[in-house]
Nanobody, 115 residues
Framework: QVQLVESGGGSVQTGGSLTLSCAAS????????TAWYRQVPGKQRELVAS???????NYVDSVKGRFTISGDTVPTSVFLQMDSLKPEDTAVYYC?????????WGQGAQVTVSS
């Protein structure tokens, strides 16, 4: 199974920016979908943004216009640029890579936004 290594995250004040990165340990062949999820204690994991290998992106309404998902191919990576952060964005963020044959998750990165 492909290992995913996340980096980034941290603590910022309202209105600040952070970038999350996630790199795969091996080449991932198309077609695939990369995504970022987030989870707060006591709630279900929420899909924040996704990006397919053909370049199609989608966002949950609450982050549209503030977050940007992007990717790279060598190594297969996904990034989440988060701008205009709000306290309600506070969560553990997980990257996800899904192919026709497998699914992998990153270890999670804490993002804390203070008011």
């Amino acid at each position: 199974q492909v290992q995913l290594v996340e980096s980034g995250g941290g603590s910022v004040q309202t209105g600040g920016s952070l970038t999350l990165s996630c790199a795969a340990s091996a080449v991932i062949f198309r077609p695939y979908t990369t995504a970022w999820y987030r989870q707060v204690p006591g709630k279900q994991r929420e899909l924040v943004a996704s990006l397919t290998s053909d370049g199609t992106s989608n966002y949950v309404d609450s982050v549209k216009g503030r977050f940007t998902i992007s990717g790279d191919t060598v190594p297969t990576s996904v990034f989440l640029q988060m701008d205009s952060l709000k306290p309600e964005d506070t969560a553990v963020y997980y990257c996800n890579f899904k192919t026709l044959a497998s699914e992998s998750w990153g270890q999670g990165a804490q993002v804390t936004v203070s008011s």
